[in-house]
């Protein structure tokens, strides 16, 4: 009995692919990669300091997060994974619903925290909330606005209109 070329190739190559994901090496499903995607006019990067800072019309987008501005400071580690963004000028950051502006924003990509300053407005369509810093957590969807000298202010528009209807004649017998 011959055994063909062919047949002892596949035979290792199977052997091997279950001895490595036994052992851990290979797995039913492949990490997925979260990727940060950058442009900007320039880029200056300093390795040994591990910032890399984008100028000029910058757009980040990570996943549904997308930060628009004019500087955009990007802190990471010795293994290239992004430990902070720090946006300056004219910052825009679009999420889903939420669409915040304002002067400077800082976004930990560990903790996936934004804070917004410098006269910060976050816009749900007409609805509008301000105030001198907003703090965004994008891992359990809870915003704080916190109030300076300015107090947080909140336009806030309703489907339907708020009355206050006058107690009927039922309603009074019921309080008797």
């Not at 910032?51 to 757009?59: L, N, P, Q, R």
Request: overall charge positive; some cysteine; hydrophobic content about 40%.
């Amino acid at each position: 009995m011959t055994i063909k070329p062919h047949f002892l190739i596949l035979t290792v190559f199977v052997f091997s692919f279950f001895l490595f994901q036994a052992n851990g090496y290979c797995s039913a499903k492949p990490k997925t990669q979260s990727k940060t995607d950058i442009t900007s006019d320039s880029l200056t990067v300093n390795n040994k300091k591990n910032i890399a800072v984008f100028t000029g019309h910058v757009v980040a987008i990570k996943g549904r997060l997308k930060i628009l501005s004019s500087v955009l400071n990007v802190i990471y580690t010795k293994k290239n994974k992004i430990k902070m963004l720090i946006a300056t000028g004219k910052v825009h950051i679009i999420k889903g619903k939420d669409n915040i502006t304002g002067g400077r924003a800082v976004y930990y990509d560990k903790t996936r925290i934004a804070v917004i300053s410098e006269n910060p407005v976050a816009y749900e369509g007409k609805n509008k909330i301000a105030g001198k810093k907003i703090i965004i957590n994008f891992k359990t969807g809870i915003s704080t606005v916190i109030g300076g000298k300015k107090r947080v202010n909140a336009v806030v528009y309703s489907n339907k209109s708020l009355t206050v209807q006058k107690p009927s004649a039922e309603n009074k017998k019921e309080k008797k």
